[in-house]
Every structure is written in structure tokens, then in C-alpha cells.
């Protein structure tokens, strides 16, 4: 059982070491093309206060994690599809850090760190 907690905090890591790293596109058009293609393919993970699951994915954690459902082939981080992290451990990762991946908290929305965390639980492995 503890090495399967070690890798899932690794890929939550890894998911929380994107979104820091790859952060702050200002370019909308090429987010609304990724949210639009992910909303095809996948649930809608949109929460109350707004936020897009898969378009915070795709302009925070894509570049490092591997998520078929939206596109993404990142080998820095572990791939999503393989560990299938639950909502509430890419939720305690994305906003905690660990394992390499830096805490989020603060530098993404309680609603944006929600709506990633459902896009990924339900997206992942499908």
C-alpha cells in the first residue's frame, strides 16, 4: 500500500510542479481551442464559481502530464492515465504539493484547483 501512496503524491506532484511551470497563458484563443476539444471528448468539469477542469489543465499541467481525454503526452510528470488519481488526492496534491510538485494554493482559485481536480478524476484512464 505505501508504494502506491508514493506514486500517487508523485503524480500529484508532478500535476501541481505543471500548472507552476507552465502557468499564465494570456493567449485565449489557443485555451478555448483546448477547452473545446476536451468538452468534446470528455464531462463538462465545470464548477459553480466558473472554472473550466479542462481548461486548467490544458494551460497548466498538459505540458507535463499524459491525459488522453485532453491530448497531452508531458513526461516530466507521472502520466495521470496510468496512477487514475481520485478527486480528493489531485485535489490534497494540486493544492499541498509534495514529491517535487510545489503547492498551489494561493496561485490558482479554490474553483480552478475543484474544477482540475474533478476534470482529472473522471478523465483519467478513459
Known sequence: MR????ILAAVLAALV?????????????????????????????TTEGGADGA?????NCGSCHTLAAAGTNGT???NLDDAQ???ATVEE?????????PAFEGQL????IEAVAEYVSENAGS
Open 17 to 45: 510542479l505543471a500548472v507552476a511551470g507552465c502557468g499564465g497563458d494570456d493567449d485565449e484563443s489557443g485555451s478555448a481551442t483546448t477547452a473545446t476539444t476536451a468538452e468534446t471528448t470528455t464531462e463538462d468539469t
Open 93 to 101: 496534491q494540486v493544492r499541498n504539493g509534495g514529491g517535487g510538485m
Open 55 to 59: 481548461s486548467v489543465f490544458a494551460s
Open 85 to 87: 488519481p481520485d478527486q
Open 3 to 6: 508504494p502506491r501512496v508514493w
Open 76 to 78: 516530466t510528470g507521472p
Open 109 to 112: 482559485s479554490d474553483q480552478e
